[in-house]
């Protein structure tokens, strides 16, 4: 129960070496929500942050042996015995609500994790030039995934903030850090559209004709991805947004704007990611093809092609804890 930090990975590599489960929790989840997810998934131990540890000082249940600080690794030093860790044993239990209504614990193993972040690199290859900034909660399996184990897994670098990323907060920190990589929920580039730069092209009847009007639209929009492109450090490559749907006025913004932006369609249930492209492969209003060795299909589909979406391939969860008739 942490915000991101370095030693956030440090304890997630520690807890899936010694063969343990991880449970990520968010950190906007209240202290009753984090003791049911305590209680629930029989937590022995919980490394939590200083500034969250009020949260937890005093939860206690029958299964929780020790609360350490994250900041410092304060604990009691017990030696912990040499266990063989298999590739089909749960790494994580991820509490996610979803759609589907009451918190479920989803069970992800190693080989889903390490297979999804691997094959997220067909889709847009990672090095040790790439700087990626953090700013999604890694409590999320799509920050955790694609933006803490696909960049160590290429010797990328992983850039956090120690406040909440705020715009104000933001901007300088992209400015100094000029990342290569980012990954979004729409929100974020849908609100630096609504706030920045739609007002300047609607701020007189003059500008709001021209901006109304297709090919000077276009133009406008070139001249602001321009600007937008500083603005984020200049050596953006991969913009990814992902987690919902964005809204089709800021994506037609973004490719007018010729802005290096991907749409990734996942969920917590496969790891996440099941379908993407790279940024020269969007098209509008899209998520691109399945990604290699996942199939897709649309199961039962009526007559507009709509229907339950059927997800096959080695990134698909284990489970449900403790819920095998939800699985």
Known sequence: LSANMPNWGITQFAIARIGAIAVPVLPGFSSIEIQNILEHSESKIIFVSKLLYKLVADIKTSYLEQKIL??????????????????????????????????????????????????????????????????LPLAHTYENTLGLLLPVMFGAQIYYLDRVPTPKLLVPAMQKIRPTV????????????????????????????????GPTRKLFNRLAGKKLMQTFGGKIVFFGI????????????LREAKFPYA?????????????????????????????EGVQIKINEPDKTGQGEIWIKGPHVMKGYYKKPELT
């Open 70 to 135: 994250m900041n410092t690794f304060a604990r009691n030093l017990t030696p912990l015995p040499a266990i063989q860790v298999e590739e089909e044993d749960t790494a994580s239990i991820i509490y996610t609500s979803g759609t589907t209504g009451f918190s479920k614990g989803v069970e992800l193993t190693h080989r889903n994790l390490v297979w999804n972040a691997r094959q997220c690199a067909t889709i847009q290859p990672v090095s040790t030039q790439d700087r990626f900034l953090s700013i």
């Open 182 to 213: 980012m990954l979004s929920v729409p929100l974020i580039i849908e609100k630096i559209y609504k706030t920045q730069v739609l007002p300047k092209f609607t701020s007189s009847a003059l500008m709001k004709t021209l901006y109304n009007f």
């Open 242 to 253: 992902g987690g919902s749907k964005i809204d089709p006025v800021v994506e037609r913004f």
């Open 263 to 291: 749409i990734g369609y996942g969920l917590t249930e496969t790891s996440p990611m099941s379908a993407g492209s790279a940024p020269r492969g969007t098209f509008l209003q899209g998520v691109g093809p399945a990604m």
